[in-house]
């Protein structure tokens, strides 16, 4: 197509490149030049119609091939849905047992929480109890540690001597 262009700019400036006839609006113009112009543009016509015809027959090419992919993805959407209808029934049955199961095991979840929140309590207090009875006990020997010391450390009266 831009051939077709170059001419016709090229025919333009030997226009504008002619000798004006004076007192007339008439030009002079290089007829060997203007010919050759339009000779090409003979054949340059012709090849840029037959692209042309060439591009309008693949587009119509390139569409009946759309149109046909969308019928294609038309069928295969509507068996889609048939086969998606047909399916509704198990899914929703699947979703109801799952939701029982779900449910089961959350109740199960609360109850094991339960007797391990009670079982650590349990072993807790039993702590407490042992711990409470080794205070005492580390109490005593405290108290029976600090005496001896004190015991030690104080001076010791000598008695009469032989």
Do not use: C
């Amino acid at each position: 197509m831009s051939d077709i262009y170059h001419l016709i700019d090229r025919l333009e400036r030997l226009l504008n490149e002619s000798w004006r006839m004076p007192l007339s609006a008439y030009l002079v113009i290089n007829e060997d030049d203007f010919l050759d112009v339009i000779d090409q543009m003979r054949t340059t016509v012709p090849q840029e119609v037959k692209e042309g015809e060439k591009i309008q027959r693949e587009r119509e090419r390139i569409l009946a091939q759309a149109d046909e992919e969308a019928l294609r993805v038309i069928q295969i959407a509507q068996e889609d849905a048939v086969k998606l209808t047909e399916d509704h029934a198990l899914i929703e049955a699947a979703n109801q047992r799952a939701e029982t199961i779900i449910q089961r095991a959350q109740r199960e979840a609360q109850v094991l929480k339960r007797d391990a929140d009670e079982y650590a309590r349990e072993v807790l207090v039993s702590l407490d109890d042992q711990l409470g009875t080794l205070e005492d006990q580390i109490a005593i020997l405290l108290t029976t540690v600090r005496n001896g010391l004190e015991t030690l450390t104080q001076p010791q009266e000598v008695g009469p001597e032989e």
